[in-house]
């Protein structure tokens, strides 16, 4: 039997060479398209959201306070319940990011066909390009490993990674768009380590 030494350090090659594998393919043309989908969106006075059910869900609460604190305002949606009033806040025109590893999630499918046919445009991230999810964007984000890091290879690791790289990917071509300077940064991040590092740098 493997010591917990050992366990730990499978675990790591495992995850890191699946990272690397999905860093090395990850395919920029669908992260400019899905740039310039927000960017249009925003010309047109629309709004961003993001979703996911489970563990995906707590991605997208991550990647709203992201790309909020960079330039882009961006809501959290939550997964189920936007078919039981929650849509109301996304209007026609609006942009979604739905994530889902398995792209075949039977919650977010309700919720995404609801946000269609109300208009939204579908930012689709999915870790399997043949899944429903894949087929239902305007864009599809594909961040898909084929091993989670443990021998069940159930348990999201290494996906919920991918899918984090691919949306903070999204968010530095969204802030370099908007030429986002240190100034305005420290205006949506006034507090903690990060406002206090940018202010004493500004007062040098």
Same mark, same amino acid.
């Given at each position: 039997?493997?010591?917990?030494?050992?366990?730990?350090?499978?675990?790591?090659? $495992?995850?890191?060479?699946?990272?690397?594998?999905?860093?090395?393919?990850?395919?920029?043309?669908?992260?400019?398209?899905? +740039?310039?989908?927000?960017?249009?969106?925003?010309?047109?006075?629309? +709004?961003?959201? @993001?979703?996911?059910?489970?563990?995906?869900?707590? @991605?997208?609460?991550?990647?709203?306070? #992201?790309?909020?604190?960079?330039? &882009?305002?961006?809501?959290?949606?939550? /997964?189920?319940?936007?078919?039981?009033?929650?849509?109301?806040?996304?209007?026609?025109?609006? @942009? !979604?990011?739905?994530?889902?590893?398995?792209?075949?999630?039977?919650? #977010?499918?309700?919720?995404?066909? &609801? #946000?269609? +046919?109300?208009?939204?445009?579908?930012?689709?991230? &999915?870790?399997?390009?043949?899944?429903?999810?894949?087929?239902?964007?305007? !864009?599809? #984000?594909?961040?898909? @490993?084929?091993?989670?890091?443990?021998?069940?290879?159930?348990?999201?690791?290494?996906?919920?990674?991918?899918?984090?790289?691919?949306?903070?990917?999204?968010?530095?071509?969204?802030?370099?768009?908007?030429?986002? &300077?240190?100034?305005?940064?420290?205006?949506?991040?006034?507090? /903690?380590?990060?406002?206090?590092? $940018?202010?004493?740098?500004?007062?040098?």
């Amino acid at each position: 039997m493997e010591t917990e030494k050992e366990q730990i350090k499978d675990f790591l090659s $495992i995850e890191s060479e699946e990272l690397k594998r999905f860093i090395d393919d990850i395919d920029t043309e669908a992260l400019i398209q899905a +740039r310039d989908l927000v960017l249009k969106a925003e010309k047109n006075h629309n +709004r961003v959201h @993001v979703t996911g059910i489970g563990k995906p869900g707590h @991605v997208a609460g991550y990647a709203a306070s #992201l790309l909020s604190s960079t330039g &882009t305002p961006t809501y959290e949606l939550h /997964g189920t319940e936007a078919v039981h009033g929650s849509a109301g806040q996304v209007m026609s025109g609006d @942009v !979604v990011i739905a994530i889902s590893n398995s792209g075949e999630t039977a919650e #977010l499918k309700a919720t995404v066909e &609801t #946000l269609k +046919r109300n208009g939204a445009k579908l930012i689709a991230l &999915t870790g399997k390009k043949g899944s429903w999810l894949a087929k239902q964007g305007d !864009v599809t #984000l594909i961040a898909g @490993v084929n091993q989670e890091g443990d021998t069940m290879n159930k348990p999201p690791r290494a996906s919920i990674l991918a899918e984090m790289i691919m949306l903070q990917s999204l968010s530095i071509l969204l802030q370099n768009a908007k030429h986002l &300077t240190p100034q305005q940064y420290v205006k949506w991040h006034p507090g /903690g380590s990060l406002g206090a590092s $940018i202010r004493e740098s500004e007062g040098k």
